[in-house]
Structure formats: structure tokens, C-alpha cells
């Protein structure tokens, strides 16, 4: 069809309830828009996501980000057909959430629809006191041996939405991963 640019690419953002996906998003939309890097002040208020929010970000190509909400688990692979690439947020913070939050990494990485989809795992909330520090939480999680088993590219950053730490990393994995051709 004459006119028509190329699809937008799409990147699905997934986590458990309460891991941040709402202000990691709203962050994220914030610092593409950005023409020098910006601070970012007081984090908005967020509320938990029932079904779906789309977020449009600049890098410098327009990205869509899906965050599906964590209460819809049991439906995430709805999602998985029209997705370029995908993040995965889990709570740095809630050492009880651990466990699900693992089962659900496994659960996603063994969905056919995302055998080669690029995927970035954020440990967000390290800017809490109670946060469990990157190696405890790899080691819980177990990510080298998920890393080397993987079919798909994985990425691990340790992230804070609510003080900005390693967002502009995420932006750049976003970038090189979405411009990388496959």
C-alpha cells in the first residue's frame, strides 16, 4: 500500500501486580520526549492497571509499549503475537513476589511466540531500602542458567522508576534492539 510507513514496532512491558510497570512507562514516555536530558521530578501517582495501557515513546522512532496489567497473567499470551520486543519488571523490593516473579519469567520465555523476541528483565525498585541488592536477586532468579538455557537475547538492568536510575539505559537497549536488524 502506497503511503503506509513501516508498523509501528511493539514492546510488551509485563510484571507482576505492584512492580512499577505504570510509572516505568509514564517515566520512560517522559525522557524519549525529551530533547536533552531532562529531570525528571516528583513521580506521578499511578494506579494499578486493569487490562491494558499503550504508551508511545521517541527513539527517535515511534514505539509502542504495552503494559498489561500484572492481575492479567493468566491472559498475557493474548499479547505475545505482534510483539518486537519485550520487558519484564519485576519488584526489587518485595522479596515475597520472588518466586511468582520467576515462575512468570519462565512461563513467558517458554511461549513459542517469543522463542526469538529480544527481552530486557528490569530489577525496579533499587532505589528502596529494602531492595535486594543485584546479586540476590540473580542469584534467586536463578539468571544465568535462564540466560544460557534462553532461545531468545536476554538483558538484565537493575532500574529505579521512581529516581530514574538506569531508565536511560532502557532507552537505549530499546533503541539498538528495535534499529539491530534480525
Same mark, same amino acid.
Given at each position: 500500500?502506497a503511503g503506509?510507513?513501516p508498523?509501528?514496532?511493539?514492546?510488551?512491558?509485563?510484571?507482576?501486580?505492584?512492580?512499577?510497570?505504570?510509572?516505568?512507562?509514564?517515566?520512560?514516555?517522559?525522557?524519549?520526549?525529551?530533547?536533552a536530558? *531532562?529531570? &525528571?521530578?516528583?513521580? !506521578?501517582?499511578t494506579l494499578?492497571?486493569?487490562?491494558?495501557? /499503550?504508551?508511545d515513546?521517541?527513539? =527517535?522512532?515511534?514505539?509502542?509499549?504495552?503494559?498489561?496489567g500484572?492481575?492479567?497473567?493468566?491472559?498475557?499470551?493474548?499479547?505475545y503475537?505482534?510483539?518486537?520486543?519485550?520487558?519484564?519488571?519485576?519488584?526489587?523490593?518485595?522479596?515475597?513476589?520472588v518466586?511468582?516473579?520467576?515462575?512468570?519469567l519462565?512461563?513467558?520465555?517458554?511461549? *513459542?511466540? &517469543?522463542?526469538?523476541? !529480544?527481552?530486557?528483565?528490569?530489577?525496579?525498585?533499587?532505589? /528502596?531500602?529494602?531492595y535486594?541488592? =543485584?546479586?540476590?536477586?540473580?542469584?534467586?532468579?536463578?539468571?544465568?542458567?535462564?540466560v544460557s538455557?534462553?532461545?531468545?537475547?536476554?538483558?538484565?538492568?537493575?532500574t529505579?522508576?521512581?529516581?530514574?536510575?538506569?531508565?536511560?539505559?532502557?532507552?537505549?537497549?530499546?533503541?539498538a534492539t528495535?534499529?539491530?536488524?534480525r
Amino acid at each position: 500500500m502506497a503511503g503506509a510507513g513501516p508498523p509501528v514496532p511493539s514492546c510488551l512491558l509485563l510484571g507482576a501486580a505492584g512492580g512499577g510497570k505504570s510509572l516505568l512507562a509514564r517515566r520512560l514516555r517522559q525522557l524519549s520526549a525529551a530533547e536533552a536530558p *531532562a529531570e &525528571l521530578g516528583e513521580p !506521578p501517582a499511578t494506579l494499578p492497571t486493569v487490562g491494558t495501557n /499503550l504508551t508511545d515513546l521517541r527513539l =527517535p522512532r515511534r514505539v509502542t509499549v504495552r503494559e498489561v496489567g500484572g492481575c492479567m497473567g493468566p491472559i498475557w499470551h493474548s499479547y505475545y503475537g505482534e510483539c518486537s520486543v519485550l520487558l519484564v519488571v519485576v519488584d526489587a523490593a518485595n522479596p515475597t513476589q520472588v518466586s511468582s516473579s520467576c515462575v512468570q519469567l519462565l512461563s513467558v520465555l517458554s511461549a *513459542a511466540p &517469543l522463542s526469538s523476541v !529480544p527481552v530486557l528483565v528490569l530489577f525496579n525498585k533499587i532505589d /528502596l531500602p529494602c531492595y535486594m541488592s =543485584p546479586w540476590e536477586m540473580k542469584s534467586l532468579f536463578r539468571m544465568q542458567d535462564i540466560v544460557s538455557c534462553a532461545t531468545q537475547p536476554i538483558t538484565v538492568l537493575d532500574t529505579s522508576a521512581r529516581d530514574g536510575t538506569g531508565l536511560a539505559q532502557v532507552l537505549q537497549w530499546l533503541r539498538a534492539t528495535l534499529t539491530d536488524p534480525r
